[in-house]
């Protein structure tokens, strides 16, 4: 596999790989089919692992780096670029740098490099339930949860830390109270949804935008099959002779 560009993370002077390893499925598939499948990722060259406490693949990512040094696919684990995300059900200011403990713990490493809030919304503390039920989502106090995720920044526990799943809106609320500002805000993103207006104000702000579900996730219960499916893709890979996920990345 080449070398995988990277980008400028914000006004920081961090760096992000620019193509990541997804680490979310659904339904959920046995621990050692985790570690296994991000071990032979690492081992092909990804540097940049995304995993979430809601995705339940914290625990094999780990075990998967501890592996990949032990085999010598990599020196030490700083040659990766970690992403966790905070879930809904601890997006409440005494609930996040614990939460970010035990991700920290669950991956047996000492910092993130990322550490995002999954989603602006909060659910009732400590019900770490999916798909989240209407009658658990309570209002969100942005300004406290972006005050304890500051906290976490500057305990050490992560380098950078962002938001994911946020609209032009929500990142301007943040934005007026923030002291750091998000590095990253990590949404849905492929050919047919291309969020212009977002990446724009993204990029006037310094936010880092990561695509997830680049393909359209086809195959999940959250994805759809018009981004593998499109004609026009086809018709572009055909000409190119690469395949559709070729030329979407
Ligand atoms: N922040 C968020 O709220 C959020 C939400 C969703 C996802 N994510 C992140 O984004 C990652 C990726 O997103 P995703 O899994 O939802 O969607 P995706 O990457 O768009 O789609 C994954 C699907 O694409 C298929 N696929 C993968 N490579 C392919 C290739 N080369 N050719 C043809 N098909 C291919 C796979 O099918 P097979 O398995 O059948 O091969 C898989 O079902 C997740 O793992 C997670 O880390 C974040």
Not at 59 to 87: C, H, M, N, V, Y
Not at 117 to 141: C, L, N, Q, R, Y
Not at 176 to 188: D, G, H, L
């Amino acid at each position: 596999m080449k070398t995988i560009p990277n980008a400028w993370l914000g006004c920081t002077d961090k760096t992000i790989p620019l193509v990541g390893f997804g680490t979310a499925v659904y339904p959920l598939q046995p621990s050692q089919t985790m570690r296994e499948s991000i071990l032979r990722a690492i081992q092909l060259g990804y540097r940049h692992f995304d995993s979430a406490a809601l995705y339940q693949s914290e625990q094999p990512l780990g075990e998967a780096i501890a592996e990949a040094i032990d085999k010598g696919f990599i020196t030490s684990r700083d040659q990766l670029f970690i992403t966790s995300k905070l879930w809904c059900s601890d997006a409440h200011h005494d609930r996040v740098l614990p939460a970010l403990q035990n991700s920290l713990q669950n991956l047996g490493l000492e910092y993130l490099d990322l550490y995002l809030i999954h989603w602006p919304v909060s659910t009732a503390p400590g019900k770490h339930e999916f798909p989240v039920k209407k009658e658990d989502v309570v209002p969100m106090d942005l300004k406290s949860v972006w005050e304890a995720m500051e906290e976490c920044k500057n305990s050490g526990l992560t380098k950078s830390i962002g938001v994911s799943n946020f609209s032009c809106q929500k990142l301007q609320r943040l934005l007026a109270t923030a002291k750091i500002p998000p590095a990253v805000n990590q949404v849905e993103m492929n050919p047919l949804w291309q969020q212009k207006k977002l990446r724009e104000f993204c990029e006037r702000n310094g936010i880092h935008v990561t695509a997830y579900s680049p393909l359209g996730a086809k195959g999940t219960i959250w994805g759809c099959s018009q981004v593998m499916g499109c004609e026009v893709l086809n018709d572009i890979a055909k000409a190119r002779q690469r395949t559709i996920a070729q030329v979407i990345f």
